[in-house]
């Protein structure tokens, strides 16, 4: 039973680890593009666009500077207790490095009149 419940635990913090970065990445994009976009779902598709990003540089960074090559080294290192804050910093990192570029070429190309932005009260 200890065994399922290490398991489940495991689950919910790399959960955590993919989900809180992209979360904090929306709120750079909202605060460097100033624009609101906390209303409908449009902030958790941002939110998971950025987790996407961030994740697919991690891999590409794991394929090509650590040489992660298969499934099997892939798992080693992620159950590694060093990588995991390592990880979760550079996820955080990479989400607002993207939240504030993609902010600021919103803010330059997005008129105020366009037509995917709801204009507020």
């Given amino acids: 039973m200890i065994i399922k419940e290490e398991k489940i635990m495991l689950i919910v913090i790399w959960l955590m680890i993919l989900l809180i970065p992209g ?13 609101q976009i906390r209303f409908g779902y449009r902030f958790i598709y ?32 992620l159950n590694c207790l060093s990588f995991t804050p390592k990880y979760a910093i550079l996820n955080i990192i990479l ?14 190309f997005c008129g105020r009149n366009h037509r995917f932005i709801e204009k507020g009260n």
């Fill in 23 to 35: 979360l904090i990445g929306a709120f750079a994009y909202e605060f460097a593009s100033r624009r």
């Fill in 46 to 77: 941002v939110a998971l666009i950025f987790d996407l990003l961030a994740l697919v540089f991690n891999l590409l960074w794991l394929r090509f500077i650590k040489l992660v090559y298969d499934f099997d080294a892939l798992m080693v290192y």
């Fill in 95 to 108: 989400c607002i490095i993207y939240g504030i570029l993609l902010g600021l070429i919103c803010r330059c």
